[in-house]
């Protein structure tokens, strides 16, 4: 027979072999879960990427979009909210969530207490210390993320909610908040590059290249639309060489931004198109199909170029060649040469005019 405390050493013995072994199954399922949620978020971080790199390829907007989507996915956020720099302010691009058309275009001064203003001007990740820090009095958590912070351009983001996330979620929404600026970098410097390719960084008019597909874009329209048609403008500045020799390339400059200005007055809203050709020419294309009104709104434009003050010192004066489509040209190329023919026309016969074509290809000149 064995004696009582035999068996509480067994018992006992045996309480600690099993609180070990559950001690040692807990601690197992701990690091399985660990690292399923690891593994998790690694998956949910890569599938953000590859959304983050297919809006980078469209817009900004794009990029805003995909990482609200990505923030979602971890969080019931009650307000996603992006700023960007303007002159010494931020101001609100992009508002998600609740109160979101309160939240649209709101302002924020740059050195301010707000933590988007915090974050922004530290230029590193912040989270809400102090309730005065929030944007909304219902935001128990924030959490505001840079995407872009050099001195002049600023991009921060801002995530709230009426609950605290727990550390693993918020690590999250940080790194997901994080991993966009690159993809923000890359959207921004593509539409800088498709701005640059659309329009003339000199006077902000569209390109040649950019014109002459809105032309051919513009005919193949009218195309299809029986008796439609669409007149075009090819503008050249008369000695403008000139201007170069007597008061050198930055007054030149001057010059050109003004007839640019003078042209886009004369042009009508919505209806017309107008561009720098290169150098000292341009080109715009009327929405009107009578040529007998475009030729007289040439003979306005070449009246305003005359009268205007370019402040330097001197007046100049503009030719102006009209076609029109389908009378004169049956396609975006012939348009754009018969305009181009008809302005030298008008600079045979004088400068500071209008010529045009007649029936039968011929040209004739408005003075």
Same mark, same amino acid.
Not at 49 to 59: D, F, Q, T
Not at 162 to 188: G, K, V, Y
Not at 279 to 306: H, N
Not at 341 to 354: F, Q
């Given at each position: 027979?064995?004696v !009582?405390?035999?068996w509480?050493?067994?018992?006992? =013995?045996?309480?600690?072999?099993? *609180?070990?072994?559950? #001690? ?17 978020d690694? =998956?949910?971080l ?20 995909a ?11 009650? #307000? ?8 010494? %302010? ?6 998600? *969530?609740a109160?979101?058309?309160?939240y649209?275009?709101? @302002? $924020? !001064?740059?050195?301010?207490?707000s ?19 929030a944007?909304?009095?219902a935001?128990?958590w %924030? ?21 605290t ?18 993809a $923000?970098?890359? %959207? ?10 659309? &329009? ?7 390109? !040649? ?11 193949e329209?009218l195309?299809?639309?029986?008796? #439609?048609?669409?007149?075009?403008? &090819?503008?050249?500045?008369?000695? &403008? ?5 007597? $008061? ?12 640019? %200005? ?24 009327l ?11 040439? *003979?306005?434009?070449?009246a ?5 003050d370019?402040? =330097?010192? =001197?007046?100049? @004066? ?7 489509? !389908?009378?004169?040209a ?16 008008a600079?045979?016969h ?18």
């Amino acid at each position: 027979m064995i004696v !009582p405390f035999v068996w509480l050493g067994i018992v006992a =013995l045996s309480a600690v072999g099993w *609180g070990a072994a559950l #001690a040692a199954r807990l601690r197992e399922a701990e690091a399985r879960r660990q690292a399923d949620g690891a593994q998790r978020d690694a =998956l949910a971080l890569r599938s953000a990427g590859r959304l983050y790199v297919e809006a980078s390829r469209r817009s900004t907007r794009e990029v805003y979009d995909a990482l609200e989507r990505a923030l979602r996915s971890v969080a019931n956020l009650d #307000a996603v909210l992006i700023f960007e720099q303007r002159d010494e %302010a931020l101001h609100c691009v992009h508002a998600r *969530g609740a109160g979101g058309e309160y939240y649209e275009g709101l @302002t $924020l !001064p740059i050195d301010g207490e707000s933590l988007a203003a915090r974050a922004a001007y530290r230029g590193c990740a912040l989270t809400l210390v102090e309730s005065s820090q929030a944007l909304a009095p219902a935001h128990r958590w %924030a959490l505001s993320v840079p995407l872009a912070c050099s001195r002049t351009d600023r991009v921060v983001a801002y995530v709230g909610a009426s609950w605290t996330p727990d550390a693993a979620a918020a690590s999250m929404l940080t790194c997901l908040l994080e991993d966009a600026a690159a993809a $923000l970098a890359l %959207a921004r410097e593509r539409e800088r590059d498709r701005s640059e390719a659309i &329009f003339d960084g000199l006077t902000g008019l569209l390109t !040649p290249r950019a014109f002459r597909a809105e032309v051919r874009r513009h005919i193949e329209r009218l195309s299809l639309v029986h008796g #439609a048609g669409c007149c075009l403008w &090819f503008v050249d500045t008369d000695e &403008f060489k000139s201007v170069n020799d007597r $008061l050198g390339h930055a007054a030149g400059d001057v010059a050109l931004q003004g007839i640019a %200005a003078v042209l886009r007055g004369q042009a009508t809203g919505g209806m017309d198109i107008v561009a720098r050709n290169g150098g000292d020419e341009f080109c715009v294309l009327l929405g009107e199909s009578r040529k007998s009104v475009a030729v007289e709104r040439a *003979g306005r434009a070449c009246a305003a170029v005359r009268v205007h003050d370019f402040c =330097l010192g =001197l007046r100049l @004066t503009a030719s102006i060649g009209v076609a029109c489509f !389908p009378s004169d040209a049956l396609d975006g190329n012939m348009l754009l040469e018969r305009a181009d023919a008809a302005m030298y026309h008008a600079k045979h016969h004088g400068r500071d005019r209008v010529a045009f074509y007649l029936e039968r290809d011929q040209l004739a000149v408005m003075r």
